[in-house]
């Protein structure tokens, strides 16, 4: 276990809207909501007024109805991230990134030629603040876990070290919700038991915890509640999956609605897949019903592929599939993953070899899509859609 605080949690502020306020200056210190019929992002003036993200955009609008909504771009996201992340590899070898707009460095070999780990945090800040123009939070601690929970405690545009003398006096107060994992349902599961603070939870013995939260999930959420998370920065780690998914809100969704939906997200992970010189092996389908029921299902092709047909067959077989429930207790979130990930090289062509006009196409699409941006070309059930429809690349997950 590291007994210096030398990891920094670095996570961009709000990262869509603030892309949007700095790029014009006549939204700033206004609320923004990114996004239409569903919030895909929301400034701090909008979040102060009760606005979050995935909440329907009519919700979001009565909350703040002097809200400017902006539709996505995520041309322009996906190029601030590519720069902040050129500042983190600047200042340190040991990046492991996280999403789209957050990452962790280890800076603990860095003291002689760059400083203390809160003063390479404070120039780390200053850097992507003059060369990107946007705010960014910064945690530092000895562990990967409390770096992230200080970097969250110091937002919006902080920064935080946690020594290691002082992390129980830092954590242990805290709602339990902060601990990583903890999401509504256990939340709710630890209050009904009267464990509303990471030092109650902390008090517990792991066999209790195990015992009351599952095996798994009781001995992860015990350990981070006494400190234990030795866990280094790993910079070698390859993605497992990548996915997106869109929040829908509340309002019902037709099977004409959903299949644009679901062909936007495939389109873009297809690409994604190709830019990488990847093939999966299996599509995953995640739903989340009206009634916050949550159901998952997937299928797993016989030979690695990239070609976008035949992702968004399975795809839309795998929907098809879930349409009744759909029809009986409605939708709020739709996502797709594409999992067992490998190199494009490594797949041995089946014979005769499939040359036909899906796979020209798909060259053809991104050829021109990398030319002229990713709006350039869309399917014709797109023609005339709301901005908001429009189904952004989240943060790859798994």
């Given amino acids: 276990m590291r007994g210096e605080a030398t990891v920094l949690h670095a996570d961009l502020d709000a990262f869509y809207a603030s892309v949007e306020q700095r790029d014009a200056p006549a939204l700033r210190g206004r609320p923004v909501i990114v996004g239409g019929g569903v919030v895909l992002a929301a400034s701090y003036e909008a979040k102060a007024r009760g606005v979050r993200t995935a909440m329907g955009g009519r919700q979001a609008r ?51 030629i760059a400083g203390t780990p809160e003063q390479i945090a404070v120039l780390l800040r200053q850097r992507v603040r003059a060369e990107v123009g946007l705010p960014i939070s910064v945690g530092v601690a000895r562990t990967k876990f409390l770096a992230k929970v200080a970097s969250a405690v110091s937002k919006p545009d902080g920064l ?81 999956s990548i996915g997106s998914q869109r929040a829908l809100g509340t309002a019902p969704r037709s099977p004409e609605e959903l299949d644009v939906i679901l062909s936007q997200i495939v389109d873009r992970l297809a690409r994604r897949l190709r830019e990488k010189e990847r093939v999966c092996r299996t599509v995953v389908l995640r739903l989340r019903f009206g009634d916050y029921t949550r159901a998952t299902r997937s299928r797993t092709m016989r030979t690695p592929g990239d070609r976008t047909a035949v992702l968004l067959t399975i795809a839309r077989g795998l929907l098809a599939a879930a349409q009744p429930q759909i029809e009986e207790r ?7 993953s594409l999992s067992q990930l490998g190199r494009a090289d490594s797949v041995q062509p089946e014979l005769p070899i499939d040359w036909d006009d899906g796979l020209r196409l798909d060259t053809v699409l991104d050829a021109v899509r990398d030319k002229f941006g990713s709006a350039s070309v869309s399917r014709a059930t797109q023609l005339g859609r709301d901005p908001g429809w429009s189904t952004p690349l989240l943060p790859e997950h798994e």
């Fill in 62 to 112: 009565d909350l703040c109805p002097d809200a400017i909504v902006v539709p996505p771009r995520m041309e322009a996201y996906s190029a601030a991230s590519r720069a902040v992340f050129d500042i983190f590899r600047d200042t340190t070898p040991l990046v492991e990134g996280l999403s789209i707009d957050e990452a962790f460095l280890e800076v603990g070999g860095l003291r002689r």
């Fill in 160 to 240: 935080l070290v946690v020594e290691p003398e002082r992390e129980e006096e830092f954590l242990l107060p805290l709602p339990v919700e902060r601990l990583w994992g903890v999401g509504a349902k256990t939340a709710e599961k630890l209050h009904g038991l009267g464990i509303r603070t990471v030092g109650q939870l902390a008090e517990l013995e792991a066999a209790t915890a195990e015992r009351l939260l599952g095996k798994a999930a009781g001995a992860h959420l015990h350990a981070l509640a006494r400190l234990r998370d030795p866990r280094p920065v790993d910079t070698t780690r390859r993605r497992g």
């Fill in 330 to 336: 409605g939708i709020t979130l739709i996502g797709v």
